[in-house]
């Protein structure tokens, strides 16, 4: 069954340290792989999807089928980055997305 | 575009009760759904409509009942509350095809007591 994981439920992290959120995934098609924000008591918003190769507000995640990762990774982390961040999982069609439990991230001034 | 809406923003029920959390969406899209948002457990799915008069089930359906009778509106039905129903409801709409996307609503937040 398709599945995704991420390891931490909080990370603490420093301003201007460099941040990786870890997202594992257990699918045995072709996947698509999406990271979602939110922010305190707002909704979620989309962050980035691997298939667009872009950078959203200095966050990158690059897929690698290999170790069945999508780690969000920011190389300076800033007090504006402190939110709620999910990874998911399309399987296919326009099926709902599959969510990880999230990792919360705070970055301390 | 409003995009995705969702009434009401709070909610407190007595164990036993019933009653209809609404969600309306107007970006035309076919594909619909409901989440539940609990500290430590992440979204799951309750259940979803790929379009007018189709729903299936998703991970945690119990207790939950929707229906789709226009492209825009999703409800979805509490038919006897619980406590362990407590949660953060989001309703998502989502766009199609090589544009993917889930559209979030500000969701609803529900005690039951």
């Known amino acids: 069954a398709q599945r995704v994981t991420q390891p931490e439920k909080l990370l603490s992290v420093f301003k201007g340290a460099p941040v990786e959120l870890k997202c594992n995934y257990s699918?045995?098609?072709?996947?698509?792989l999406f990271w979602y924000v939110q922010y305190s008591r707002q909704r979620l918003q989309l962050l980035l999807r691997h298939i667009s190769r872009e950078s959203i507000k200095g966050f990158t995640a690059d897929l690698n089928k290999g170790e069945t990762s999508f780690h969000l990774k920011k190389p300076f982390a800033q007090e504006e980055d402190s939110a709620m961040y999910y990874c998911a999982l399309k399987v296919w069609g326009n099926t709902p997305l599959v969510f990880g439990k999230g990792t919360r991230l705070s970055v301390i001034a | 575009n409003a995009g995705v809406t969702q009434t009401p923003k709070f909610q407190v029920l007595k164990t036993g009760q019933s009653m209809t959390l609404q969600c309306a969406q107007d970006?035309?899209?076919?594909?619909m759904s409901w989440y539940r948002q609990d500290p430590g457990m992440g979204l799951r799915l309750i259940h979803y409509s790929v379009g007018a008069g189709i729903t299936d089930q998703g991970e945690v359906p119990n207790g939950y009942n929707v229906s789709r009778s226009t492209t825009e509106d999703f409800p979805l039905r509490l038919l006897s509350a619980a406590p362990s129903q407590t949660s953060v409801y989001f309703c998502?709409?989502?766009?199609?095809?090589?544009?993917?996307?889930?559209?979030f609503g500000p969701g609803t937040r529900l005690t039951v007591t």
């Open positions: 998502a709409s989502t766009s199609s095809g090589v544009s993917y996307e889930q559209y």
């Open positions: 970006m035309n899209h076919e594909y």
């Open positions: 699918y045995s098609g072709s996947p698509e």
